[in-house]
């Protein structure tokens, strides 16, 4: 079995043993899934940039295996909580101190930049973020971010505002400095792909709004 094979256990041992998600599989099987297009995303940047691929896709698998601990989610912690559930399995799977530092450092950082032990801001560590925002930026995160906000049964005016707020943030996200050159373009693409999703979304609304736009034809 190969590390990563393990890792992938490992996960869904941590998962299945949360007492949370034996409660709410489908919320279960999103955070798999999640981890694993992730971990997808994270082999494509390794690849592309000569990072440590096997230890980018472990650390990827993993980023948010707190969340086993601290469900209802911790949005603050759970990257620092991932970190310390990872790293005793880290350890055994006898990958050497420093990767295992560096693999922990990634999952830590990811969410606000921060960890409670020392580390580097490398691009492998970098990376573990990036190729989060690469699933949550894609086709997929516009069906989840709009069921989360139960988009159809919103009134015109709110869904409006939502699009507006979608829009906004892509326009503060595009062009921000990722870890590396493959995660920015990657990034970037997703995001453009977004933005002109949601203003054809928004210009149809517009136009279920009434016939003024019509008059004089």
């Known amino acids: ?17 949360c007492e949370y998600y034996q409660w709410h599989p489908d919320k279960k099987a999103r955070e798999l899934e999640h981890a694993y297009r992730t971990a997808h995303a994270a082999g494509e940047i390794a690849r592309r940039e000569g990072l440590d691929e096997e230890g980018l896709i472990i650390g990827a698998l993993l980023h948010d295996v707190g969340y086993c601990q601290c469900v209802p989610k911790n949005r603050e912690e ?4 991932s970190a310390r559930i990872a ?3 880290l350890e055994r799977l006898g990958l050497g101190a420093e990767r295992v530092r560096e693999i922990c450092y990634g999952i830590a950082i990811h969410v606000d930049g921060r960890a409670d032990f020392p580390g580097e801001d490398t691009p492998f560590a970098h990376s573990i973020r990036d190729a989060e925002d690469v699933d949550r930026y894609g086709a997929y995160g516009i069906y ?19 699009l507006e707020y979608r829009l906004d943030f892509i326009q503060y996200e595009l062009g921000k400095k990722r870890g590396t050159k493959t995660a920015r373009r990657m990034i970037d693409e997703r995001l453009r792909y977004q933005r002109q999703y949601y203003e054809r979304v928004m210009k149809q609304l517009e136009q279920g709004e009434g016939i003024d736009a019509l008059r004089g034809i």
């Open 1 to 17: 079995m190969t590390n990563t094979e393990k890792t992938e256990l490992f996960l869904k041992e941590q998962l299945d043993g």
């Open 78 to 81: 759970h990257g620092r909580i």
């Open 87 to 89: 790293r005793p399995f």
């Open 144 to 162: 989840a971010d709009m069921s989360m906000i139960d988009f159809l049964r919103l009134d015109s005016a709110v869904r409006k505002q939502a």
